[in-house]
């Protein structure tokens, strides 16, 4: 848990770096016309901005349907993918894409994320996402599913995904050019997992994580606290995020991040851009904690949140005005120079997490 005493220091920063950003018309401050996919340079500009700012990760939102509607909808590429193109290009930040339990087969899951922390150097998280509505399920040709449904699945995906995880063992891997051998195969094994819907013999086919573990951000929503490493409150205030995020501690969760949507004072007060891009299209209802003001307010409203959360997810509403001005007036306020402003060798590192024992190895060690 964050050291309470530490204030801002010790409060952990994501940011959610989807598109042009949170607010619906985010994409006329872009230069693209309408429709059009965010390119990979201004994905790498966003990402690097973040990381030169000190935020501990970005996240990347995604769909099984395309983020708009009508003839000038475009796709866009699938968050894994971005969080990939983006792994060689950093060296210090997370990098968690959100992948649905529903419409992705979990081995092919498991196997995306492993590689992901491969690629980054064990930098890789995971957003759960849990998008299940007819529409959603037909891109699969599956159909749609009830809420216990729903809750059944996301907890067998999140169990076989960390199975899987761990059907290598960290020495599994052992290059013996003597006998030829690249791997010692009782090393390797089976999970032989039985879901309600799925089945997963293993192994993986990529060797163990750098992590051991990717670390699982789940949203509060999907009430599946006690298979997260992070639970992301997503309430209207700070009253109700403190005690969703007491709820979550007392399941297990090791950190709660609450979810902020932020609207800041640029060359224009953050008042009159929202008017104007509420004007444009109306901002839906999320039921997140919102922020419309000053960076100097933000840090308030951070400093109350710090008192009953580990960390905050911001939602920037136009990422092109409002990432820099809390790059420049609200980052520095929170990492300060201290050790939080070096984040660690790996994501579960700057999270304060602990990198788990391989189940298997740690089976054989007690037998």
Do not use: C
């Not at 009953?308 to 306020?333: F, I, N, T």
């Amino acid at each position: 848990m964050t050291d309470r005493a530490a204030g801002l220091a010790g409060l952990r920063i994501a940011l959610e770096a989807d598109g042009d950003g949170a607010h619906p018309a985010a994409w006329r401050h872009s230069g693209r016309p309408p429709g059009a996919v965010l390119g990979p340079r201004a994905l790498r500009d966003v990402v690097a901005t973040a990381e030169d700012a000190g935020f501990a990760l970005v996240t990347f939102a995604d769909s099984p349907l395309p983020p708009g509607a009508g003839p000038a909808a475009a796709g866009r590429l699938e968050a894994g993918t971005r969080a990939s193109y983006v792994a060689p290009l950093t060296g210090r930040i997370g990098l968690a894409p959100t992948l649905h339990v529903a419409t992705t087969e979990p081995f092919h899951l498991a196997t995306q994320l492993a590689s992901l922390d491969h690629a980054s150097h064990g930098r890789a998280g995971w957003v759960v996402g849990a998008a299940a509505g007819e529409d959603d399920l037909a891109t699969v040709g599956g159909a749609a599913l009830s809420t216990v449904a729903l809750a059944r699945e996301t907890a067998d995906v999140i169990g076989a995904a960390r199975a899987l995880w761990d059907s290598w063992e960290d020495d599994a891997v052992i290059k013996d050019v003597a006998s030829g051998r690249f791997l010692d195969s009782r090393r390797v094994h089976h999970i032989d997992f039985e879901g309600a819907s799925f089945t997963v013999k293993g192994p993986l086919i990529t060797p163990r994580p750098p992590q051991g573990q990717i670390v699982v951000l789940v949203p509060d929503a999907l009430d599946a606290d006690a298979r997260a490493d992070v639970v992301l409150v997503g309430r209207p205030g700070v009253a109700e995020v403190a005690a969703r995020a007491a709820t979550a501690r007392e399941a297990g969760a090791p950190l709660v991040f609450a979810e902020v949507e932020v609207v800041l004072d640029a060359a224009v007060p953050a008042t009159d851009r929202l008017a104007e891009l509420d004007a444009a299209a109306g901002r839906p209802e999320s039921g997140r904690l919102r922020h419309t003001g000053s960076p100097e307010s933000l840090l308030e409203l951070l400093r109350e949140l710090a008192d009953s959360v580990d960390g905050v997810r911001l939602h920037p509403a136009v990422l092109a005005v409002d990432l820099p001005v809390l790059a420049e007036r609200v980052l520095p306020r929170v990492a300060g120079p201290g050790p939080n402003r070096r984040p660690g060798a790996t994501l579960r590192d700057t999270l304060g997490l602990a990198r788990p024992a391989n189940r298997f190895a740690a089976a054989a060690s007690n037998t």
